[in-house]
């Protein structure tokens, strides 16, 4: 997979702009709030429907009424044109080749992978944080596990309406069941999709991760149910652990139990990361999780998907960057790379060179 061509207009800072990418490597040079994170994050919205925006609109360049980012991309040797509008007046609008189509049809087309410096801080940050982290990449992987992970959603959200309304006597606690029967056969799909995944995944990352600290560390992840604690039978014991948690529930008016709950946790050694990491092991870790993220989308849809990396090269001392470096070469990932000097890179030719100024963008 590799994107052909860039057009965004409107897009944050950036009044337009059209670009070329090379299929190997591209770093985007320039200062702090140039525009570079912007370029990779309309690639990243369009991979799913995910900013650090706020809201959607704040997408838009200030001033203007609509924003639009339109990619064309190669996947499987095949040319797609995706293009993306968002307007502060009317529904957003996508477009794949040229035919209207409904978000949940995106995720899966345009496959990405981010790596922020706000990834250091995975394994330290909240549960929700590595629940999307898992989610995102098994959605672009599976889109039938995305739909259920919709579908997961929405019953929850209605399920929290309906308890909120027997807490208030509104409603009669009964009514529950055939939620919580639909609630517990959604929950069993994903969490077997999840518990595969994260096997997958955590012999992915182990492998990277001895690489990259001389076989010195190991790295292991583990999957954490929230409220089961085997994996077999998983509807009907979800079942019975809602049915047992009812009271609770409706006091609390929100589903204490279920996948919406569940967590990831990381090892060294034996040793849980987010306890007792050191600085070093952090980075170590979130790189190696990071190449992972790409072999596993590759494992499971038989291409590497675009890895975008924000701001990331000075995070990493000289070795990581190196290794990083060699290894994109060595798998010829396309590669977006945003930067605010370019001695982070090799001084021979290494892929296209971009600068940016004021959402300005000259090769």
């Known amino acids: ?32 709030a140039q525009g570079k994170t912007n370029i990779l994050e309309a690639i990243n ?16 360049r200030w001033g203007e009424k609509s924003a639009l980012a339109r990619i064309k991309f190669f996947k499987a040797d095949i040319s797609h044109e995706l293009a993306i ?23 899966g087309k345009l496959n990405s992978v981010l790596f922020s410096p706000e990834d250091l801080f995975l394994f330290k940050g909240s549960p929700m944080g590595r629940r999307k982290f898992l989610d995102a990449q098994i959605s672009q ?9 919709l579908k997961y959603n929405r019953i929850i959200e209605q399920r929290n309406i309906l308890l909120k309304k027997i807490r208030d006597r509104f409603a009669k606690e009964n009514e529950l069941e055939l939620w919580d029967e639909q609630l517990a056969l959604i929950a069993e799909q994903i969490l077997i ?90 980075r170590t870790a979130a790189l190696a999780l990071k190449l992972s993220e790409l072999q596993f989308l590759k494992s499971e849809t038989g291409e590497y998907p675009l890895l975008l990396l924000d701001d990331v ?19 010829k990932i396309q590669t977006l790379i945003t930067a605010t000097d370019r001695a982070y890179f090799p001084p021979q030719s290494f892929g296209k060179f971009f600068l940016i100024n004021a959402g300005r963008l000259t090769e």
């Open 141 to 149: 992987a599976s889109s039938l596990y995305f739909f259920n992970l």
């Open 313 to 331: 090269m000075s995070e990493l001392d000289a070795e990581r960057r190196e290794m990083l470096l060699e290894f994109l070469r060595r798998e």
């Open 193 to 282: 999709k999840r518990l595969k995944s994260v096997e997958t995944l955590n012999l992915l990352a182990n492998s990277m991760h001895q690489k990259i600290s001389a076989r010195k560390e190991d790295l292991s992840i583990v999957y954490e149910m929230h409220g089961l604690e085997s994996q077999e039978n998983i509807a009907e014991k979800f079942l019975n652990l809602l049915r047992a948690k009812r009271v609770d529930d409706i006091r609390n008016g929100s589903t204490g139990k279920g996948p919406h709950k569940d967590d990831l946790k990381f090892f060294i050694n034996g040793r849980e990361l987010k306890i007792f990491g050191s600085q070093g092991q952090l």
């Open 1 to 32: 997979m590799h994107i052909a061509e860039i057009f965004l207009k409107d897009w944050r800072n950036i009044a337009e702009i059209k670009f070329f990418p090379d299929v190997a490597t591209n770093i985007f040079l320039g200062q702090n």
């Open 85 to 107: 509008e968002i307007s502060h007046t009317q529904r957003r609008r996508i477009l794949l080749d040229a035919n209207p189509i409904r978000p949940r049809e995106l995720v």
């Open 45 to 60: 919205f369009a991979s799913l429907l995910r900013s650090r925006a706020g809201k959607e609109a704040e997408l838009i």
